[in-house]
């Protein structure tokens, strides 16, 4: 129903910053809460930020506040995550995320939709 595709992963050294977007296709996109997760090597998946369907509430990991931010473009059907002062601990593999609902969700199991990921690398 809905596909997700993200962009704009590479490698960055620590301080500097990254603009990770994704893209939806497939059903309309202001219906659905947005999240974005990472996932490193040997840990299990975790929520980074999530905003709600019309950009009201955000949700922020306290290890990314002060530093990342999650916005939304309906009307191009894209999220974004905008991160500054990167750190090496920052790197993973990242996903963005679509829930059926207008609120925020905390909870990996409350998203539908998941793209394929993209590496993120911050070397020190």
């Known amino acids: 129903q809905v596909q997700l595709v993200e962009s704009g992963g590479g490698l960055v050294q620590a301080g500097g910053s990254l603009r990770l977007s994704c893209a939806a296709s497939?059903?309309?996109?202001?219906?659905?809460?947005m999240g974005w997760f990472r996932q490193a090597p040997g840990k299990e998946r975790e929520l980074v930020t999530a905003?709600?369907?019309?950009?009201?509430?955000?949700y922020y990991a306290d290890s990314v506040k002060g530093r990342f931010t999650i916005s939304r473009d309906n009307a191009k059907n894209t999220v974004y995550l905008q991160m500054n002062s990167m750190k090496p601990e920052d790197t993973a593999v990242y996903y963005c995320?679509?829930?059926?609902?207008?609120?925020?969700?905390?909870?990996?199991?409350?998203?539908?939709?998941w793209g394929q990921g993209t590496q993120v690398t911050v070397s020190s």
């Open positions: 995320a679509a829930a059926l609902v207008h609120t925020i969700v905390v909870v990996t199991r409350g998203y539908d939709y």
């Open positions: 497939g059903r309309t996109f202001s219906s659905y809460g």
């Open positions: 905003i709600s369907w019309s950009g009201g509430s955000t």
